[in-house]
C-alpha cells in the first residue's frame, strides 16, 4: 500500500501501529500529508494542487490542523500549513479521541514508545543531570503544596481543565484524569482543548485530586512575575515527568522538591494512610507491630531520603503527625 508507506514514512510513525493507523488520519488526510511532505505552503496554493475550491480546502485544512495532522504559522497575514507527525498526533488522540478502541497491548507499546520520545525531545533535562539550573524552558519545574497551586489559581485569569496525556497513555490506576490545570492566554492555543474553569471550580477540583493522592506539580520558578503556566496533578505510575525523574536520577532537582516531610512517630494513630499515599515508599510499614490506643497495629517507619516533598502525607494525616518544612533554611510550610 504505497500511500500507508509514504505517510508512515513521512508522518514518523512506529512500525507496530501501522495495523491501526485508520484510527489516527483518514485516507484523504493521508493524501494530504503526502502531497505536503516536507513543504510549507498556503492554503491557494494546496487548493491549487489538490484542483478544489480554496473555500472548501481551508475548512479541510483548519480541521487538520485541529487533530494536529498539520501545522500552521502566519507569515505577513498569509497562513501556511505543514506536516505535523505522529508524535503530536498521537497525544492529541488520547485526549480527545475514542483511544481506548485500539487494543491495550497496542496501548502499552505506544506508551512505552511515547516516553521514549518524550525522553529524546526534552533534552533540556540533560541539563538538569549536569548541572544545577533555574530551569530554562522546561516544564513540572516544582513540586508544589496545595496552598501553592491556591495562590497560583488566585492569580490566574483564565483557568482551561484537561485531561492528562501522560494518565491517558500509561493507564496504570484508576485516578482522575481530567488533572491538567493550564493558565492564561499565553499558554492556551486554538487547539489546546479541554473546558475553562472558575477560580472557585479550579480550587475544588485541586482539592478534590488532593484527596485522591495525586501530587502538584508547575511552575515557572517566577511565575509571580511571568505568571503560572501549567499546574498538573500527577502520580508516580503514570506521570512522565516522575517516570522520567526516576530513569534519569534527577530527586529533589527536577521536579524540584523544596520541602521535606518531618515525621512525629509519637503522634502517629499508625492508621497507614500516609503509607499508601506515598508514591516514593518513604513512609512504609516495618514489619513490626505497635500498640496504640489499646490496639495491636502495624508500625509505620519513615525514610526522610527517600521524601519528594509533596505533602500529601500530610494533607491525610488525622493525628498531625507529619509537617512540610522548607529544605533550606528549615521553615515551616
Same mark, same amino acid.
Given at each position: 500500500?504505497?500511500?500507508?508507506?509514504?505517510?508512515?514514512?513521512?508522518?514518523?510513525?512506529?512500525?507496530?501501529?501501522?495495523?491501526?493507523?485508520?484510527?489516527?488520519?483518514?485516507?484523504?488526510?493521508? #493524501?494530504?500529508?503526502?502531497?505536503?511532505? !516536507?513543504? *510549507?505552503?498556503?492554503?491557494?496554493?494546496?487548493?491549487?494542487?489538490?484542483?478544489?475550491?480554496?473555500?472548501?480546502?481551508?475548512?479541510?485544512?483548519? #480541521?487538520?490542523?485541529?487533530?494536529?495532522?498539520?501545522?500552521?504559522?502566519?507569515?505577513?497575514?498569509?497562513?501556511? %500549513?505543514?506536516?505535523?507527525?505522529?508524535?503530536?498526533?498521537? !497525544?492529541?488522540?488520547?485526549?480527545?479521541?475514542?483511544?481506548?478502541?485500539?487494543?491495550?497491548?497496542?496501548?502499552?507499546?505506544? +506508551?512505552? @514508545?511515547?516516553?521514549?520520545?518524550?525522553?529524546?525531545?526534552?533534552?533540556?533535562?540533560?541539563?538538569?543531570?549536569?548541572? *544545577?539550573?533555574? %530551569?530554562?524552558?522546561?516544564?513540572?519545574?516544582?513540586?508544589?503544596?496545595?496552598?501553592?497551586?491556591?495562590?497560583?489559581? +488566585?492569580?490566574?485569569?483564565?483557568?482551561?481543565?484537561?485531561?492528562?496525556?501522560?494518565?491517558?497513555?500509561?493507564?496504570?490506576?484508576?485516578?482522575? =484524569?481530567?488533572? &491538567?490545570?493550564?493558565?492564561?492566554? $499565553?499558554?492556551?492555543?486554538?487547539?489546546?482543548?479541554? =473546558?475553562?474553569?472558575?477560580?472557585?471550580?479550579?480550587?475544588?477540583?485541586?482539592?478534590?485530586?488532593? /484527596?485522591?493522592?495525586?501530587?502538584?506539580?508547575?511552575?515557572?520558578?517566577? @511565575?509571580?512575575?511571568?505568571?503560572?503556566?501549567?499546574?498538573? $496533578? &500527577?502520580?508516580?505510575?503514570?506521570?512522565?515527568?516522575? /517516570?522520567?525523574?526516576?530513569?534519569?536520577?534527577? !530527586?529533589?532537582? @527536577?521536579?524540584?522538591? /523544596? %520541602?521535606?516531610?518531618?515525621? $512525629?512517630?509519637?503522634?502517629?494513630? #499508625?492508621?497507614?494512610?500516609?503509607?499508601?499515599? &506515598?508514591?516514593?515508599?518513604?513512609?512504609?510499614?516495618?514489619?513490626?507491630?505497635?500498640?496504640?490506643?489499646?490496639?495491636?497495629? !502495624?508500625?509505620?517507619?519513615?525514610?526522610?531520603?527517600?521524601? @519528594?516533598?509533596?505533602?500529601? &502525607?500530610?494533607?491525610?494525616?488525622?493525628? #498531625?503527625?507529619? /509537617?512540610?518544612?522548607?529544605?533550606?533554611?528549615?521553615?515551616?510550610?
Amino acid at each position: 500500500m504505497p500511500l500507508l508507506e509514504d505517510f508512515s514514512s513521512i508522518f514518523a510513525v512506529p512500525d507496530f501501529i501501522k495495523p491501526y493507523l485508520h484510527f489516527f488520519a483518514t485516507e484523504e488526510e493521508m #493524501q494530504l500529508v503526502v502531497m505536503l511532505a !516536507k513543504d *510549507s505552503l498556503s492554503i491557494a496554493t494546496i487548493a491549487a494542487r489538490l484542483s478544489r475550491d480554496e473555500a472548501a480546502v481551508a475548512g479541510f485544512l483548519e #480541521q487538520a490542523y485541529q487533530r494536529y495532522i498539520l501545522n500552521k504559522e502566519v507569515k505577513e497575514t498569509t497562513v501556511y %500549513y505543514s506536516v505535523s507527525d505522529f508524535y503530536h498526533r498521537l !497525544k492529541n488522540f488520547c485526549l480527545f479521541g475514542n483511544y481506548h478502541i485500539i487494543p491495550r497491548r497496542v496501548r502499552k507499546e505506544l +506508551d512505552a @514508545w511515547d516516553f521514549t520520545e518524550y525522553l529524546k525531545r526534552n533534552d533540556y533535562f540533560r541539563k538538569v543531570i549536569d548541572a *544545577s539550573p533555574e %530551569y530554562d524552558d522546561c516544564h513540572n519545574e516544582w513540586i508544589l503544596l496545595l496552598h501553592e497551586v491556591e495562590e497560583m489559581i +488566585d492569580a490566574a485569569s483564565v483557568i482551561r481543565v484537561l485531561p492528562c496525556d501522560c494518565k491517558m497513555l500509561a493507564d496504570n490506576c484508576d485516578h482522575s =484524569r481530567e488533572i &491538567c490545570l493550564v493558565f492564561d492566554g $499565553n499558554h492556551i492555543s486554538d487547539r489546546s482543548g479541554g =473546558r475553562e474553569l472558575s477560580k472557585e471550580e479550579a480550587k475544588k477540583l485541586v482539592h478534590k485530586l488532593d /484527596r485522591e493522592g495525586l501530587m502538584h506539580t508547575g511552575g515557572p520558578p517566577n @511565575w509571580q512575575e511571568t505568571g503560572s503556566s501549567v499546574v498538573c $496533578n &500527577c502520580c508516580t505510575c503514570c506521570c512522565y515527568p516522575f /517516570r522520567a525523574a526516576k530513569h534519569l536520577g534527577t !530527586k529533589g532537582k @527536577w521536579p524540584k522538591s /523544596r %520541602y521535606i516531610a518531618v515525621y $512525629n512517630s509519637s503522634q502517629c494513630c #499508625q492508621c497507614g494512610l500516609c503509607v499508601s499515599r &506515598c508514591g516514593f515508599s518513604a513512609f512504609a510499614f516495618d514489619g513490626t507491630d505497635v500498640e496504640k490506643d489499646g490496639k495491636v497495629k !502495624k508500625n509505620v517507619s519513615f525514610n526522610p531520603e527517600l521524601c @519528594w516533598g509533596c505533602g500529601i &502525607c500530610a494533607n491525610a494525616c488525622p493525628a #498531625q503527625a507529619i /509537617r512540610l518544612v522548607k529544605i533550606s533554611g528549615g521553615q515551616t510550610a
